[in-house]
């Protein structure tokens, strides 16, 4: 598990440089200025597209099939991503809450509203990955896409809206829990779907 | 023991199949697996590993069994398939990095010893190197931890000459260990005719022929005869055939060439070529 968590950790610092600067740019930004939403949200769309675009990468590559030789189960290649998903958004959320702390102050209500956006990110690979691993990142692309953007935008839809109600009253327990469960199940199918996949 | 050990394996596709293999590898042995374009030969190499489902048969790696025991079988074993698979962003010491974590007993001086032999420049990334360089890394990569098998599809196509020299050179070492074993699979039949121990042919997803190379070479002779007596001898008795403007040649079991005739000496290449042009 050590190898493949190295190994997307590598592959991310050398593929996406890019995104990273985005992501503490929009941070900034965010951190000056809470009320624009599409700046705090946006980071978070880029982070929870990353582990699809490294199993993209992954599948371009070959190296699905390699890792397929090596001495790993199924469970630990499907959970390495699920584990990258995580950390990239939970990097994310931190990396926030340190600049809102340390430009806009503290604000319990603001982190809050950024974990809810989180939770609502995790929507998007908890689709996405099962259904590269099932048609591949490059069939049914734009149906998949197309339908895990809808949800994507339907879960942002419910937390911006919900925002004055529950979440900044602290109550962002619903929509972790709505979460964690989403990604366990997407979790499960992902690996069932990887033991019958063909390399 | 044997490293391979497979019974009655088959695996359908719609337009192809591959039809009840049976096969085994002794420890210490050198299989080389040949056949033409689409024999099957990938197609084998992936059912025996799991790449692909199986449909029939058993397939025993080191011992344990195929899929049960999968991950403690790919501890054991090297695997180079047709696309190395690595990223292509990685550098060599990416690439030692994560074998490292990924294989207990993996030996990062041997990895770059090798690729210093094989003059891969360790500082370019994977994307930068052509498909040979590409093939030397994936070749010292399988070779830098302790595996008791090597798998190798098609692991000299793209290699020069004299990597392809070194390349043999060091399969002849490592089997100087007798736990372990090699199969590779190549359409270069004098790759094989230099290291094989046995030989297996595929044809249209089944084995044409397998068999000790030397008892191979031993048992068919090539006889030299004009294109009327080739029409003459009865098809069961020619295991393959070459006819030219000068005549025919055919490759004939010594059992079914008779004391009037005179055979010569067949290579792998003869005996290949000719039987899958029969």
């Known amino acids: 598990m050590r190898a493949l968590l190295r190994k997307d950790l590598l592959l991310m610092r050398k593929a996406y440089k890019p995104y990273f600067v985005s992501i503490l740019l929009f941070g900034i930004v965010a951190a000056f200025k809470p009320d624009y939403t599409f700046f705090t949200v946006y980071p978070f769309v880029l982070a929870a597209l990353m582990p699809y675009n490294l199993f993209s990468l992954d599948e371009r590559s070959g190296w699905n099939a390699f890792s397929r030789s090596l001495p790993f189960t199924t469970q630990q290649i499907v959970g390495a991503k699920y584990i990258a998903t995580l950390t990239m958004l939970g990097a994310t959320w931190a990396l926030f809450a340190l600049l809102q702390i340390l430009i806009g102050g503290w604000n319990a209500g603001e982190l809050l509203h950024v974990f809810g956006i989180l939770c609502a990110a995790l929507v998007a690979p908890a689709l996405s990955l099962p259904a590269a691993i099932r048609w591949g990142t490059q069939k049914m692309f734009y149906l998949a896409v197309g339908l895990i953007m809808a949800l994507t935008g339907l879960a942002f839809g419910l937390i911006l809206g919900s925002r004055s109600e529950w979440l900044t009253d602290g109550m962002p327990v619903p929509a972790a829990v709505a979460a964690a469960a989403l990604m366990f199940v997407s979790y499960k199918v992902s690996v069932r779907w990887y033991q019958e996949k063909e390399f | ?278």
């Not at chain 2, 042995?29 to 692909?52: H, Q, R, S």
Request: charged letters at 30%.
């Open chain 2, 1 to 278: 023991m044997n490293a391979i050990e497979i019974k009655g394996l088959e695996k359908r596709f719609r337009d192809f199949a591959l039809c009840g293999i049976d096969l085994s590898l002794p420890e210490g042995c050198i299989l080389g697996l040949i056949g033409e374009n689409g024999a099957g030969k990938t197609t084998f190499i992936k059912t025996m590993l799991d790449l692909y489902h199986r449909d029939a048969g058993s397939v025993q790696i080191l011992g344990r069994s195929v899929p049960e025991d999968l991950t403690e079988i790919r501890r054991g074993i090297s695997v180079l398939l047709d696309d190395v698979g690595l990223p292509p962003q990685f550098t060599a010491a990416d690439t030692d990095s994560v074998m490292r974590d990924t294989f207990g007993d993996w030996d990062s001086a041997c990895f770059f010893s090798f690729l210093e032999r094989f003059g891969v420049p360790a500082d370019k990334s994977f994307s930068e190197l052509s498909q040979g360089m590409k093939k030397k890394i994936g070749i010292a990569l399988a070779l830098s931890h302790g595996a008791r098998l090597l798998v190798l599809d098609e692991p000299t196509s793209g290699l020069d000459p004299v990597a392809r020299d070194l390349f043999l050179d060091l399969l002849a070492d490592y089997t100087r260990r007798e736990d372990c074993a090699v199969l590779f699979s190549s359409h270069i039949v004098s790759d094989l005719e230099k290291i094989c121990d046995y030989i297996c042919f595929l044809r249209e997803g089944r084995v044409w022929l397998f068999e000790e190379k030397d008892r191979l070479t031993e048992e068919y002779g090539v006889v030299s005869v004009s294109a009327e007596e080739a029409d003459k001898i009865p098809q069961e008795r020619i295991a393959g055939i070459r006819k030219t403007s000068y005549g025919a040649q055919l490759i004939m079991h010594r059992s079914q060439i008779g004391p009037d005739r005179e055979a010569s000496p067949v290579t792998l290449e003869d005996l290949f070529v000719m039987m899958a042009r029969r």
